[in-house]
C-alpha cells in the first residue's frame, strides 16, 4: 500500500514569549484535521508540538506535495492563528508569511518534510522535530545515521546496509542540488554538509532499493521574507529497521548535543538538548534548543503511536551535558562564537549604530 506521510509545522503564537504552545491551538488543530479525517482525505493524523511550533503529522494517499494536503495544513495554521489572536499569544501566526493560500505551503512560511512508500510489512518510522535552530541542524545528526560506521553498526555488519546510502543535498543559496554516494564520496559531501546554513541534507536514499531513507524541511524563514520573522525550526521524518538503520542507530547522534544556530532572537549558537516533548520548553535564554523525536510504526497508513523516544533515561547525560555546554557558550554573553558572526545574524542593530556613528570613524594612519 503506496503511503504518504507528511509533517507540516509552524509557529503561529508562542505561550509564554516563545517558550511553548498553548493546549486550546493544539486542541483546535485537532479539530480542524478530525474534521477531514472522516471525509476521507486523511488516513491519520497526530498533532504535536516542540516549543511554539505547532506540528501536523498526516498519512494519507495524496502524495508529495498534494494542494489539498498543503491547503488544509494552511488552513489549520490560519484557523489556530486566529484563536492565538484571540488568547493574545506571542507572535501570533509569526510563520505565516503570505496573505493567503496559492497552491502549496512551501515559500509561504511553513516547514514542510514529506515522502511517499511502499508500506513495509513493518513500517517504522521516527519524525524529529527542533525548535530554537534552523534549518541544516539535521545534517550532522544525518551523516552520522547513514555514514558513519561508528554510528551505525549496521553499515559495516549488515549485509542491505553495506552498500550504503545516497545524500541528495541543497544549495538553498543557489537554489540548486547535487547527490553524493556513501560512503565512497563522504569527503567531497562534508565539504559542503559541513556548512548546515546554506548546503542541507533533503533526502537520504537505499543505494541498492532507492527506496526514501529520510527527507528534511529545508525552508529558510529569513529567506522567504527576507528578514528575521523567526527561526525555521525544521523537521525531519526518518525510516528506521530493515533496510534503514535500527532506532537506536537513528537516535544515536542525539547523544551529543550538538552547536546549532538559532537560540536567543535566532542569532546565538547552542547545544541542541534531546528532550521529550512535555521538556520541550525552552526557557532559559529562550533555549537551549531542543530536539524531540516521536516514533510510530505505521499499518495500513495508521499511525500506532507515538512512543516519545528522546524521554528515556539514557539521553540523560546528554541533557546534563547541553546544560554544561548552555553556561560555558552563555559566558561569553555578546561575543563569538556564542554570538552569530555578524553576516549570518538575524537580529542586528548594526545598521543603525554603524549610521550613527558613521562620522567619528575615523581612517588608519
Ligand atoms: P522562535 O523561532 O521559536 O519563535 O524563536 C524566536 C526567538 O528568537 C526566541 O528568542
Ligand atoms: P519580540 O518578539 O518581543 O520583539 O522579542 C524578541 C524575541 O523574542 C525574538 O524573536
Ligand atoms: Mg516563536
Ligand atoms: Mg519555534
Not at 493546549?23 to 485537532?30: C, G, I, K, Q, T
Not at 540548486?176 to 536514499?205: C, H, Q, W
Request: with cysteine; net charge negative; hydrophobic share 40%.
Amino acid at each position: 500500500m503506496e503511503i504518504a506521510l507528511s509533517v507540516i509545522k509552524a509557529d503561529i503564537g508562542g505561550y509564554v514569549g516563545h517558550s511553548e504552545s498553548h493546549p486550546d491551538l493544539l486542541a483546535e488543530a485537532d479539530s480542524c484535521l478530525a474534521k477531514v479525517k472522516r471525509q476521507g482525505l486523511l488516513i491519520d493524523y497526530h498533532i504535536t508540538k516542540c516549543g511554539d511550533d505547532l506540528q501536523l503529522i498526516m498519512t494519507h494517499q495524496q502524495g508529495e506535495n498534494n494542494e489539498q494536503i498543503h491547503k488544509l495544513a494552511w488552513d489549520t495554521f490560519v484557523s489556530c492563528t486566529a484563536l492565538a489572536k484571540k488568547l493574545k499569544l506571542h507572535g501570533a501566526g509569526q510563520d505565516l508569511l503570505a496573505d493567503a493560500f496559492s497552491g502549496n505551503v512551501k515559500g509561504m512560511g511553513p516547514g514542510v518534510a514529506e515522502m511517499t512508500f511502499e508500506e513495509r510489512g513493518a513500517e517504522t518510522v521516527i519524525i524529529f522535530m527542533a525548535d530554537k535552530t534552523s534549518s541544516g541542524a539535521w545534517n550532522l545528526p544525518l551523516y552520522k545515521m547513514f555514514a558513519d560506521p561508528f554510528n551505525t553498526i549496521g553499515l559495516v555488519i549488515a549485509e542491505n546496509m553495506h552498500k550504503g546510502f545516497a545524500f541528495e543535498v541543497h544549495d538553498i543559496k543557489e537554489g540548486k542540488k547535487i547527490t553524493f554516494n556513501a560512503p565512497e564520496e563522504i569527503y567531497d559531501l562534508l565539504v559542503f554538509i559541513g556548512a548546515p546554513s546554506r548546503f542541507m541534507v533533503k533526502a537520504v536514499y537505499h543505494r541498492v532499493t532507492k527506496q526514501i531513507a529520510a527527507v528534511s524541511s529545508t525552508q529558510r524563514l529569513s529567506l522567504i521574507a527576507g528578514r528575521y520573522v523567526g527561526k525555521d525550526d525544521p523537521v525531519c521524518i526518518v525510516r528506521s529497521q530493515g533496510d534503514f538503520p535500527a532506532v537506536g542507530e537513528v537516535l544515536e547522534p542525539f547523544t551529543v548535543p550538538i552547536l546549532v544556530e538559532g537560540w536567543m532572537r535566532g542569532s546565538h549558537n547552542g547545544p541542541l538538548m534531546p528532550v521529550s516533548i512535555a521538556d520541550s520548553t525552552p526557557t532559559r535564554f529562550d533555549g537551549p534548543p531542543r530536539v524531540v523525536a516521536l516514533g510510530f510504526q505505521l499499518s495500513e497508513g495508521k499511525l500506532i503511536g507515538p512512543r516519545d523516544m528522546l524521554a528515556d533515561k539514557s539521553f540523560d547525560n546528554a541533557r546534563q551535558k547541553a546544560n554544561d555546554i548552555a553556561d560555558y557558550m552563555r559566558a561569553h554573553g555578546p561575543f563569538e562564537p556564542h554570538r552569530l558572526p555578524l553576516e549570518e545574524m538575524e537580529y542586528t542593530t548594526m545598521p543603525q549604530v554603524m549610521k550613527k556613528l558613521a562620522k567619528r570613524f575615523i581612517a588608519l594612519e
